[in-house]
């Protein structure tokens, strides 16, 4: 019997737990899958220490870019992007890092492509954006990163008018605004420059439908939450785990 596991901080939100938990029972695994909820990345190694039967690890807020030093390796693909949400423990105990973030993106992105126009506003700098950029660039797309400071490289929210709205069509929420139990929480755009050419993408998905995904719907918009893209993830840092 093998132990798979989430690591973040302030975790219950999850859905990692039941998504692999419905798949070990339906595929007649004895596997199991727990959430460890830490206060410092220090603790993954007391974590591991902890549990011998321990094969992976998934890897969420906010320690997806501070787990980095404490890994043995980094698979190309992620040492591109700059952040981690999948980790393989070999056999000798060394650790393995992985993005599976990207892939989860562009798949479940793809249903609702092509837009009119490539251009994107990625809201949030975090390693969740890192991902989301590294796609976005991969499909040729222009874009901005907005965060709550403007910097050389993001514009701040305060910036976004309707000019900015207008000219970039998908918007993702990359930040925990409006996570569960934070339901009320929003990203602070101008939403009433949105347009039915636009798409709001919420990489959240509890709950389903966040207040930053009904504004959009209030203003005709294409939007979706961010389940395919953890269905995705999760099935290909299961296939990772397993090779």
Not at 1 to 26: E, V, W
Not at 96 to 104: F, I, L, M, Q, S
Not at 198 to 209: A, G, Q, T
């Amino acid at each position: 019997m093998a132990k798979y596991g989430l690591i973040g901080k302030n975790i219950g939100y999850s859905f990692s737990k039941a998504f692999f938990t419905t798949k070990f029972s339906q595929e007649n695994r004895t596997d199991t899958y727990q959430n460890f909820d830490i206060a410092s990345i220090e603790s993954l190694k007391d974590v591991i220490q902890a549990n011998e039967t321990l094969k992976g690890l998934n890897v969420t807020i906010p320690y997806k870019e501070s787990v980095i030093p404490l890994l043995d390796r980094i698979d190309k693909e992620a040492k591109k992007i700059g952040a981690i949400n999948t980790i393989k423990i070999h056999q000798d105990g060394s650790l393995v890092g992985y993005n599976t973030d990207h892939y989860g993106f562009a798949k479940a992105l793809a249903d609702f492509l092509p837009l009119k126009e490539k251009s994107a506003l990625i809201l949030g700098t975090g390693g969740a954006s890192k991902a989301v950029s590294y796609v976005l660039d991969a499909m040729n797309y222009k874009y901005q990163l907005v965060s709550r400071t403007k910097t050389e490289m993001t514009l701040s929210y305060d910036e976004l008018n309707e000019d900015l709205i207008s000219n970039h069509l998908l918007i993702i929420n990359c930040t925990p605004l409006g996570t569960f139990p934070k339901t009320q929480e929003f990203p602070d755009i101008p939403y009433q420059y949105l347009s039915k050419d636009h798409l709001l993408f919420d990489l959240i998905y509890n709950p389903l439908e966040t207040v930053f995904l009904r504004l959009g719907r209030a203003q005709g918009t294409q939007v979706t939450n961010g389940l395919k893209m953890l269905e995705y993830q999760a099935k290909k840092a299961w296939s990772i785990w397993k090779s």
